[in-house]
């Protein structure tokens, strides 16, 4: 189907005022040193792991020859490493070194400044209705059906600490009869937690539906080399369209951004669904013990993996 010029043009105007919003004009993105296409690139790398040079000239829609040049550039920085992939040592898999890590956490600051900027005074509301809007943008150029749930992952705020709190003494006392002893197990270690939160080694991720929260997940350091998942929920009205994979997976790439070479985890044994994703991402048992506990008897296994 041929489009009407009017639509085209529309688009056209679109396109020059986002241009404009964000700043991507310039030369460098944000002032900083890097061009657009370097920054999507570390951008790239940070999001995605096992990633080889193919993959990326790919997905970054970058001409191959310009995208290896780059890449040399960067390693001769010291930004990203290169090793041979265990799958195919023909190939070279591709990642941030912590220096390149440190590039990117200023880059995300500079971007997340440069739009608190170009929205001062937005309500809620607002706020809400923009992000639909782009969602429903990116589906129509995609060709994407719209889900009837859009989920966002942030990390959390003020509030949070009571609301998973909640949601879990709620969906184990409902689903699994647990009694107000585990609600204060939950209390406990999310309180120490906020107490003692490590802004480098650790971090909790509360997912939302517009601006509903429907899940959850942490990563918590236990010790210099071992990280703890903990907190792991998906409501039941966000269930079967893989939010749990998406939580459990940002869980797991957060710890090897930060070189944790083992991660565990505790549940017991009837959650089923849980432990379905756990075997799915290479977790193994390491440990059982049958006892009493949060009013009935129960299997608690503790699960590892290494990184």
């Known amino acids: 189907m041929k489009i009407d010029l009017s639509y085209v043009e529309r688009i056209r105007r679109f396109n020059r005022f986002y241009t404009q919003i964000l700043g991507l004009l310039n030369n460098k993105l944000l002032k900083s040193d890097y061009s657009l296409a370097e920054a999507r690139t570390l951008f790239e790398l940070n999001q995605t792991s096992n990633l080889v040079s193919r993959d990326l000239s790919h997905q970054l829609h970058l001409d191959p020859a310009y995208l290896s040049r780059l890449l040399m550039r960067f390693e001769k920085q010291g930004l ?34 440069q739009i608190q900027s170009s929205l ?39 509030g949070d600490i009571g609301y998973i709190t909640y949601q879990h003494a709620m969906f184990y006392s409902r689903n699994y009869g647990f009694d107000t ?12 937690f906020a107490m003692n939160y490590d802004t480098q080694k650790e971090h909790l991720w509360v997912a939302e539906d517009g601006a509903t929260p429907v899940g959850s997940i942490a990563i918590v350091k236990t010790e ?34 930060k070189n944790y070479p083992k991660i565990i985890l505790w549940t017991v044994s009837n959650l089923y669904a849980a432990r379905h994703l756990y075997e799915k991402f290479g977790f193994q048992v390491t440990t059982t013990n049958t006892h009493q506990i949060w009013g009935q008897e129960l299997t608690e296994e503790l699960w590892e993996i290494e990184l």
């Open 80 to 113: 990203i490493r290169k090793k041979k992939s265990s799958k195919d040592t023909r190939k070279q898999v591709l990642s941030l070194t912590t220096k390149g890590e440190s590039v990117i956490v200023k880059l995300q600051k500079m971007s997340n400044d």
């Open 120 to 158: 001062p005074d937005r309500t809620e509301e607002d706020l809400e209705q923009l992000v639909e809007a782009m969602d429903r943008i990116e589906q129509i150029f995609t060709g994407e059906k719209p889900q009837s749930k859009t989920f966002t992952l942030r990390s959390h705020r003020p």
């Open 181 to 192: 002893t585990f609600d204060a197990y939950v209390a406990s270690g999310l309180a120490q």
């Open 224 to 257: 210099e080399t071992i990280a703890q998942l903990r907190w792991f929920l998906v409501e039941p009205q966000a269930g079967g369209i893989g939010l749990g994979n998406k939580l459990l997976h940002e869980a797991v790439e957060f710890c090897k951004r």
